[in-house]
């Protein structure tokens, strides 16, 4: 009997304002995964009478623990680049050059009634604080989920640089770093194998940005950024002239940057108002962060854009800035 591979293709469907990811796994002789098709009218990508869409793989991820994980684009059936796909459009001007980490803040969540873990009964009885990389029962909640997330994708390759547990009870953030497109790619996995870890938990996931209204600080997905210059040959002017850039399209990146935002960007609970652009070193309430790693290494390092909403397409952010920063 013919020696069968299994892998899970994910793509991302048609709808809007944010795409759900998907995924189906497929058993075959071949030895790299081939092109695929789905049913793009059940996915808002495609019309009852003409439905194939074509799943093209990206990258694959090799698992030691279960299927390989095979990331996808999606072209129409005419082999053209699908609407719903923006990663083709970030790999046009996104190079290996480019350095991203992005932050990824989330809840974790009864899937019945959808409130955050810690939040069945009501509003805490804490406010925030306490919580932010807290200890102990009455402080953090859904640790053994968050650590086999990590180890599934470090053993995917997938290289996640860390994880705490954020302000408010049954929120956490982990962070993601990678080069060029990729590093989309593995943001794009990484949350797939959150959905999918926590579904073995019996635990469900938000990423919206801001879940609980109140004097709560919402979930954001900061997005750190550096190209060659910006490591070895940076100045005050350098930094200060992406940033000049970046602030002339303000409008342009928020419209890249998340569903909802609004409801985040308030100016309060570490950030800028969506309407008002801003960066300054290491402020955390400014739209653009200059870390103080960057000015004291004689201006090389990196910045940091905290805009990005927790829902936001990776691929868009990295179409935004890298298109912004190089025209």
């Not at 059936?77 to 290996?96: F, G, I, K, L, Q």
């Not at 980490?101 to 974790?108: I, L, P, R, V, Y």
């Not at 306490?130 to 995917?156: F, K, M, T």
């Amino acid at each position: 009997m013919a020696e069968y591979k299994t892998y899970e293709y994910i793509w991302l469907d048609g709808y809007q304002p944010e795409a759900n990811m998907r995924s189906k796994v497929k058993a075959t002789e071949a030895d790299t995964p081939p092109d695929w098709s789905f049913d793009g009218s059940s996915t808002q990508q495609a019309e009852g009478g003409s439905s194939d869409c074509l799943l093209l793989p990206v990258q694959t991820y090799a698992n030691p623990n279960g299927h390989d994980i095979v990331m996808t684009e999606v072209q129409a059936a005419d082999h053209t680049t699908h609407p719903s796909n923006y990663r083709a459009a970030a790999a046009e001007v996104v190079t290996d050059e480019w350095w991203f980490g992005f932050e990824q803040e989330f809840f974790f969540t009864d899937p019945e009634t959808g409130e955050p873990l810690g939040w069945e009964n009501g509003t805490p009885s804490k406010p925030q604080g306490e919580y932010y990389c807290g200890v102990g029962a009455g402080n953090v909640v859904g640790r053994e989920i968050s650590d086999a997330h990590l180890h599934a994708c470090l053993d995917l390759g997938i290289t996640l640089t860390g994880t705490n547990a954020e302000v408010a009870i049954g929120q956490w953030e982990y962070q993601c770093f990678g080069k060029g497109v990729k590093a989309a790619d593995d943001l794009w996995v990484s949350r797939y194998l959150l959905f999918k870890i926590a579904e073995e938990f019996g635990v469900g996931v938000n990423i919206h940005p801001k879940p609980k209204t109140g004097d709560w600080n919402g979930s954001g997905m900061h997005t750190n950024f550096s190209n060659e210059a910006m490591r070895s040959a940076g100045s005050e002017e350098l930094f200060n002239s992406y940033c000049d850039k970046l602030g002339e399209v303000h409008a342009e990146g928020i419209a890249s940057y998340g569903s909802d935002n609004d409801m985040r960007l308030t100016g309060l609970h570490e950030t800028q108002s969506i309407d008002t652009f801003s960066y300054g070193v290491s402020d955390r309430g400014a739209s653009i962060r200059i870390p103080v790693y960057t000015v004291e290494h004689n201006w090389n390092g990196y910045l940091e854009d905290r805009r990005p909403a927790s829902n936001a397409d990776p691929y868009k952010i990295l179409a935004h800035i890298v298109g912004t920063l190089t025209k």
